[in-house]
């Protein structure tokens, strides 16, 4: 597990600036001394969401590709379909506005949330899965391995979460990091549609537990499949069975549990 570290742990390891933490002082406390160190600490700074001018969520996120952020949760949250067109999505101050062909009367209806990228729009509309490709053991498991290798915030801090994109192969697509989990998966998801990719064709590889509200999101951007190296809880896997959308969990080497669509996975 990542945690906070010295600056300068090796003595002569350089110190790059980064959007994801500041440096700051701590007391650290050990077995064989006490003193002041300067750490690397996480950045999380608050972001309001407009649709139509209307005010949709609350992000708490990392202060770095939020265009992706923004458009990855209008996706995974079920507001749009994956490749619909939309207006411009614009960042000032804070606040991220994008422009929808959705009434504004009924967006207005949503409770207002404030959490770190979950609505309760369309909440009872469940997708299914429909896609025929299939995923090598090894594939996931290397894919879930590259989590840890490229999570340089993580490294750095310790409080950041890692999701990727990656094809048949397990490699990597696309990759993103965030203090949230689901924010995580929202620019992952934004990244690889601006970039035109079929999401029918990948898997979703994200940190942390995967909740009935990442199944989710994974369901609405049309993955067929989804993985972590954490748990997962009962009611993902009710979603994953009743969407066809394949779970993996505990996808350690050398193995995995698989908890849905398990057709869905080559062991050789």
């Given at each position: 597990?990542?945690?906070g570290r010295p600056l300068k742990a090796s ?10 933490y500041v440096p700051m002082k701590c007391l ?98 469940a997708c299914h899965i429909v896609s025929d ?136």
């Amino acid at each position: 597990m990542g945690t906070g570290r010295p600056l300068k742990a090796s003595g002569d390891e350089e110190i790059s600036p980064s959007p994801f933490y500041v440096p700051m002082k701590c007391l650290e406390i050990t077995d064989k001394q006490d003193h002041y160190i300067n750490v690397d600490v996480i950045v999380e700074e608050r972001f309001d969401l407009f649709v139509n001018n209307v005010h949709i969520t609350t992000f708490f996120a990392s202060p770095v590709e939020l265009k992706e952020l923004a458009l990855g949760f209008l996706v995974c949250e079920g507001f749009i379909e994956p490749g619909a067109k939309t207006g411009p999505i614009n960042v000032a101050s804070g606040s991220i506005h994008c422009i929808l062909d959705i009434d504004a009367r009924e967006l207005a209806t949503l409770t207002y949330q404030q959490r770190c990228g979950t609505t309760s729009y369309r909440k009872d509309a469940a997708c299914h899965i429909v896609s025929d490709i299939r995923f090598s053991k090894d594939a996931i498991l290397n894919a879930v391995e590259q989590l840890k290798e490229k999570g340089k915030a993580w490294h750095r801090t310790g409080g950041a979460h890692t999701s990727t994109v990656c094809n048949s192969l397990g490699q990597v697509l696309f990759f993103c990091e965030d203090v949230g989990r689901a924010c995580s998966v929202d620019k992952v998801v934004g990244k690889a549609l601006l970039n035109g990719t079929d999401l029918s064709q990948c898997a979703l590889v994200t940190t942390g537990r995967l909740a009935s509200t990442m199944v989710s999101k994974a369901v609405n951007a049309g993955f067929p499949l989804v993985a972590s190296k954490g748990a997962t809880v009962r009611e993902a896997v009710e979603l994953a069975n009743k969407s066809g959308i394949t779970l993996v969990a505990f996808a350690r080497k050398p193995g995995m549990q698989i908890y849905s669509m398990e057709e869905r996975i080559v062991i050789l």
